[in-house]
């Protein structure tokens, strides 16, 4: 069966996205085939896509860091035929040909279940921005992080992380306040339910080792000296989940506000977390974010419009979660 897909492949000036019609035998080994629905552009796969990071590791490789469908075909004993199922990371769009196509092949150890109710669009709503987002929230509430203690800041607050990381915050009684660039969005951030919104600017400054005390937690996605401000910023005992690095990889920072303030700093990795922190992710999704509101900060492409989205989504012209309708 031949099926419809994004392929990059790598060139003498660097690499270059085509639309290409492929056979099922081109698939990566494994033992569940899915017939992808839905798909999202993330970040990550703006990166991909355009070339702007040094994402995909082999060429030529489909990429999609995630997506949901219906298992065609399946030898593991999880999965059957007709199991409408969602994948996210793995090394899947960046080492496995991934979701940005009509079929993906994987292993059915990656896979976890559509939430009762939910539709595989629904989850790619989500995405694994939005999943990334709920295992932040999670490493807060585990390090005893309440509502009660104070302000909770989120940065790269338009992005999908950070609209996700909003609504579930705020529905969870979790005063947010929004980091961005964009204040024409802070109507838009405000409905998801952000409390205030601060210009990200006022974490683009020189560091300094300890700066008054603001936030109680922190959901980061930006890195860099946007987060080195953040932790010189936070309360004591505050705790900061650092997810992402859309500023850089630096972190310049000192240790003052670790051995000062008993700061925490958690990186949270969304990309091999094992299954049954993923299962109790998906099942906080389900009940702690609010559908009505994931629509409100969604919108949906076709496979044809990824290339421009992901331009725009490494541009910071993208706000909240873009799913893409493959089929």
């Known amino acids: 069966m031949s099926f419809r897909a994004i392929q990059i492949s790598k060139t003498e000036q660097g690499q270059k996205a085509d639309f290409v019609t492929l056979e099922e035998s081109y698939l990566t080994e494994g033992d569940v085939l899915v017939e992808v629905s839905h798909s999202s552009v993330n970040y990550k796969d703006g990166l991909a896509v355009t070339g702007k990071g040094p994402i995909i590791r082999k060429f030529p490789l489909i990429p999609g860091i995630d997506f949901a469908g219906t298992v065609r075909e399946s030898t593991h004993p999880k999965w059957k035929k007709g199991d409408q199922v969602?994948?996210?990371g793995w090394g899947v769009g960046e080492q496995y040909n991934g979701g940005f196509a009509e079929l993906a092949r994987v292993s059915g150890?990656?896979?976890?279940?559509?939430?009762?109710?939910?539709?595989?669009?629904?989850?790619?709503?989500?995405?694994?921005?939005?999943?990334?987002?709920?295992?932040?929230?999670?490493?807060?509430?585990?390090?005893?992080?309440?509502?009660?203690?104070?302000?909770?800041l989120v940065t790269g607050a338009a992005g999908g992380v950070g609209t996700t990381a909003i609504v579930i915050l705020a529905h969870l009684g979790y005063k947010v306040i929004a980091s961005t660039g964009r204040v024409s969005e802070e109507p838009f951030l405000k409905s998801l339910g952000a409390a205030g919104v601060v210009d990200r600017n006022e974490f683009n400054?020189?560091?300094?080792?300890?700066?008054?005390s603001r936030w109680a937690a922190c959901i980061d996605s930006v890195g860099?000296?946007?987060?080195?401000?953040?932790?010189?910023?936070?309360?004591?005992?505050g705790t900061v989940a650092a997810c992402?690095?859309?500023?850089?990889?630096?972190?310049?920072?000192?240790?003052?506000?670790?051995?000062l303030r008993g700061v925490k700093l958690i990186g949270v990795n969304s990309v091999s977390t094992p299954i049954p922190r993923r299962m109790e992710a998906w099942s906080r999704i389900a009940r702690d974010l609010d559908l009505a509101k994931l629509k409100?900060?969604?919108?949906?492409?076709?496979?044809?419009?990824?290339?421009?989205?992901?331009?725009?989504?490494?541009?910071?012209?993208v706000r909240g979660r873009v799913v893409v309708d493959i089929r």
Request: negative net charge.
């Open 296 to 317: 409100e900060l969604t919108t949906h492409v076709k496979l044809d419009d990824v290339p421009r989205v992901a331009a725009d989504i490494v541009a910071g012209q």
């Open 224 to 237: 860099s000296v946007t987060l080195a401000n953040v932790i010189s910023q936070m309360n004591p005992e």
């Open 244 to 259: 992402g690095l859309a500023q850089g990889m630096d972190l310049p920072t000192t240790v003052a506000p670790f051995i």
């Open 109 to 152: 150890d990656w896979l976890v279940p559509v939430p009762k109710g939910w539709t595989p669009a629904d989850c790619m709503a989500v995405g694994v921005a939005g999943y990334t987002a709920m295992l932040c929230v999670m490493a807060l509430e585990e390090q005893g992080v309440k509502p009660a203690d104070g302000e909770v």
């Open 205 to 212: 400054t020189p560091v300094k080792p300890l700066a008054k």
């Open 86 to 88: 969602v994948l996210n």
